[in-house]
């Protein structure tokens, strides 16, 4: 925009000139060499003002408390880069600036960017004003390239009518046909477990990769959940004698394939946070050539499982022999919606496809994040796990969901962990109008950063002790505590998380199954949280364990 609005007017100048001074006010230059040289210095000067000027003196952001330890053209991009995880610096400043609703940042090239840290700052953008921002750019961009366009990377009108259609497939009921599915999965869990133990020297406690256990868990109940396929990962893991997962001859799979995706190494990471804004993925590299391979082998292989169940959905209908069932995985209920007369008729191909990637990204990842920091809590706090176990013994040996669901300790639990250790980072807006926040006009493109954490962790909101994992704070919520904004892990308003039920519910089944068979001993080794990243995914998260005797 800026090189287009400078060349019209380098243009205008230099024809203003030729037309004022005549040819003699410079022969040696050319109307196109004026008209470069305008260019050049009307384009550094308006650069300069951008970069150095506008945010110190022009801007109406300018007043709102920001974080002063700027580099002088990165801004905080580079502390945000080195912090120990993606959340960190969001937290410093909400506690640097305990009184504000809304805190600014420089990012790359002094753009400002706003955070909400209060529940009514929140609840504007999110619900009152919803429709007035959108999901930044640059952030559709990375997702559309590494999982499509499906819901999440939807906006306004687009997302309303599919989202609509969606929310169909995760209605209550259908979720709850799912129960025999994740009672299933979390026995398979106990089975790993179990050979994780036999494959220990000592033959009485195991160790386990508890991001990478629980990504096969969850990837496994949403390869059935959505593509109604059973990936196996979970059965086909074994372990090689030091208490590692063995994964050399596991052949190319959803596992390997999200790993690269999702789990990049530090120069893949880097290159899809740059590709985001200049695109890279044309250098000849192994991490470019290695992540363009698995996001083709995906979206292949869920193009190429839509044409054949949609094929022989078709062959059975023709033959009077197809029956819809009650319980839909997603691509199912997809093909039925998109038959001749059905709601979603005329979706494209692609649109299905981008829905069914988004939803095994959406619903694994951050449902395994989940569940490998509820097992560094039970690890790091016995008394915790302690009352978790003796609120399941209550239950007979059969447990049905119906009975589980109404444990309030559990149930808490879980909320409280991802109070405390929110799995999606953020989610990242851009005003779409000029708004108004906390009676702060924001203008048009302004970015803002959706960050959970920060009104998770807020001590205003959840007191000096928001940073300690306490499940028992949720038997006595007071005050900002019981706005649904002061809890936004799963989001609120239109775009809130459609999967928020299944995830508790898959949660509480995993969990229970664990903690009624083994007890979390401790944490094996120190780890790091991935960083950059869009998840608080902790990497090298190993618990030592053992089984409970019967
Ligand atoms: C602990 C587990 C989970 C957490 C913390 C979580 C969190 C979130 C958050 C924060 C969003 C908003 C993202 C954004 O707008 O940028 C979201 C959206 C979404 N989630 Fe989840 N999620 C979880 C589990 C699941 C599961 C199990 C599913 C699968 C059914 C799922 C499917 C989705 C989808 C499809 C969206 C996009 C919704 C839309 O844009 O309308 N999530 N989730």
């Given at each position: 925009m800026?090189?287009?609005k400078?060349l019209?007017l380098?243009?205008?100048?230099?024809?203003?000139?030729?037309?004022?001074?005549?040819?003699?006010?410079?022969d040696n230059?050319?109307?196109?060499?004026?008209?470069?040289?305008?260019f050049?210095?009307q384009?550094?000067?308006l650069?300069?003002y951008r970069?150095?000027?506008?945010?110190k003196?022009?801007s109406?952001?300018?007043?709102?408390?920001s974080?002063?330890d700027?580099?002088?053209f990165?801004?905080?991009s580079?502390?945000?880069?080195?912090a120990?995880?993606?959340?960190?610096?969001?937290?410093?400043?909400?506690?640097?600036?305990?009184?504000?609703?809304?805190?600014?940042?420089?990012?790359?090239?002094?753009?400002?960017?706003?955070?909400?840290t209060?529940?009514d700052?929140v609840?504007?953008?999110l619900?009152?004003?919803?429709y007035?921002?959108?999901?930044?750019?640059?952030?559709r961009?990375?997702v559309?390239e590494?999982?499509?366009?499906?819901?999440?990377?939807?906006e306004?009108?687009?997302?309303r009518?599919?989202?609509?259609?969606?929310?169909g497939?995760?209605?209550l009921a259908n979720?709850?046909?799912?129960e025999p599915?994740l009672k299933?999965?979390?026995?398979e869990?106990?089975?790993?477990?179990d050979?994780?133990?036999?494959?220990?020297?000592?033959?009485r406690?195991?160790?386990?990769?508890?991001?990478d256990?629980s990504?096969k868990t969850?990837?496994?109940?949403?390869?059935?959940a959505v593509l109604?396929?059973?990936l196996?990962n979970?059965?086909?893991?074994?372990f090689?004698g030091?208490n590692?997962?063995?994964d050399v001859?596991?052949?190319?799979?959803?596992?390997?394939?999200?790993?690269?995706?999702?789990?990049p190494?530090t120069?893949?990471?880097?290159l899809?946070f740059?590709n985001?804004f200049?695109?890279?993925?044309w250098?000849?590299?192994?991490?470019?050539?290695?992540?363009?391979?698995?996001?083709?082998?995906?979206?292949?292989?869920?193009?190429?499982?839509?044409?054949r169940r949609r094929a022989?959905?078709?062959?059975a209908m023709d033959s009077?022999?197809?029956?819809?069932?009650?319980?839909h995985?997603?691509?199912t209920?997809l093909?039925?919606?998109?038959?001749?007369?059905?709601p979603?008729?005329?979706?494209?191909?692609?649109?299905?496809v981008?829905?069914l990637l988004q939803?095994m990204?959406?619903g694994?990842?951050t449902s395994a994040?989940?569940?490998?920091?509820c097992?560094?809590i039970m690890?790091?706090?016995?008394?915790?796990?302690?009352?978790?176990?003796?609120e399941?013994?209550a239950?007979?040996?059969?447990?049905?969901?119906?009975?589980l669901?109404?444990?309030?300790?559990?149930d808490?639990?879980?909320?409280?962990?991802?109070?405390?250790?929110?799995?999606?980072?953020?989610?990242?807006?851009?005003?779409?109008?000029?708004m108004?926040?906390?009676?702060i006009?924001?203008p048009?493109?302004?970015?803002?950063?959706?960050?959970a954490?920060?009104?998770?962790?807020?001590p205003?909101?959840w007191?000096?002790?928001?940073?300690e994992v306490?499940p028992?704070?949720?038997?006595?919520?007071?005050?900002?505590q019981?706005?649904?904004?002061?809890?936004v892990?799963?989001?609120q308003?239109?775009r809130?998380c459609i999967?928020?039920?299944?995830?508790?519910?898959?949660m509480?089944?995993?969990?229970?199954e664990?903690v009624r068979?083994?007890?979390?001993l401790r944490?094996?080794?120190p780890?790091?949280?991935?960083?950059?990243?869009?998840t608080?995914?902790?990497d090298?998260?190993e618990v030592?364990?053992?089984?409970?005797a019967?």
């Amino acid at each position: 925009m800026d090189v287009f609005k400078c060349l019209s007017l380098a243009a205008l100048e230099a024809l203003a000139i030729r037309v004022v001074g005549g040819r003699a006010h410079n022969d040696n230059l050319t109307r196109v060499q004026t008209g470069c040289i305008l260019f050049a210095i009307q384009y550094l000067l308006l650069k300069y003002y951008r970069v150095f000027l506008y945010h110190k003196y022009f801007s109406p952001l300018r007043h709102i408390p920001s974080p002063t330890d700027n580099h002088f053209f990165f801004g905080q991009s580079i502390k945000k880069f080195k912090a120990d995880t993606p959340i960190s610096l969001y937290v410093k400043w909400m506690r640097d600036y305990p009184k504000a609703h809304l805190i600014r940042y420089l990012s790359l090239a002094n753009t400002e960017v706003l955070v909400p840290t209060s529940v009514d700052a929140v609840k504007e953008i999110l619900q009152t004003q919803c429709y007035s921002s959108h999901k930044s750019s640059g952030w559709r961009r990375m997702v559309k390239e590494m999982a499509g366009d499906g819901v999440i990377t939807m906006e306004f009108d687009r997302h309303r009518n599919h989202r609509k259609m969606l929310n169909g497939s995760f209605s209550l009921a259908n979720i709850r046909n799912l129960e025999p599915l994740l009672k299933s999965k979390a026995a398979e869990v106990t089975q790993l477990f179990d050979r994780a133990i036999a494959a220990n020297k000592d033959g009485r406690t195991g160790v386990i990769d508890c991001t990478d256990c629980s990504t096969k868990t969850t990837l496994d109940i949403m390869g059935m959940a959505v593509l109604g396929i059973d990936l196996g990962n979970l059965r086909e893991t074994t372990f090689n004698g030091q208490n590692k997962i063995d994964d050399v001859n596991a052949e190319f799979g959803f596992h390997k394939a999200y790993g690269i995706v999702f789990a990049p190494e530090t120069l893949s990471k880097t290159l899809m946070f740059v590709n985001g804004f200049v695109p890279i993925r044309w250098l000849p590299i192994q991490a470019n050539r290695d992540f363009l391979f698995a996001t083709s082998w995906l979206d292949n292989y869920i193009t190429e499982l839509l044409r054949r169940r949609r094929a022989e959905t078709k062959t059975a209908m023709d033959s009077g022999k197809y029956e819809s069932s009650d319980s839909h995985d997603l691509l199912t209920f997809l093909i039925e919606e998109s038959m001749p007369g059905a709601p979603a008729e005329g979706i494209k191909e692609s649109e299905i496809v981008g829905h069914l990637l988004q939803f095994m990204v959406a619903g694994h990842e951050t449902s395994a994040i989940a569940l490998s920091w509820c097992l560094y809590i039970m690890a790091e706090k016995p008394d915790i796990q302690a009352r978790l176990r003796e609120e399941l013994a209550a239950l007979g040996d059969n447990i049905v969901y119906s009975e589980l669901e109404k444990l309030t300790y559990l149930d808490n639990f879980v909320k409280e962990s991802i109070r405390v250790y929110p799995p999606a980072s953020g989610t990242f807006h851009q005003a779409a109008v000029d708004m108004s926040i906390d009676g702060i006009s924001i203008p048009k493109g302004t970015a803002i950063d959706l960050i959970a954490a920060v009104l998770q962790l807020n001590p205003t909101i959840w007191g000096d002790d928001a940073d300690e994992v306490d499940p028992t704070r949720w038997d006595r919520l007071s005050g900002d505590q019981l706005s649904p904004y002061a809890f936004v892990a799963f989001l609120q308003g239109p775009r809130i998380c459609i999967g928020k039920t299944l995830a508790f519910m898959e949660m509480k089944i995993i969990l229970a199954e664990i903690v009624r068979n083994f007890r979390i001993l401790r944490v094996e080794r120190p780890f790091t949280v991935q960083n950059p990243g869009f998840t608080l995914r902790p990497d090298g998260l190993e618990v030592r364990f053992e089984r409970i005797a019967t």
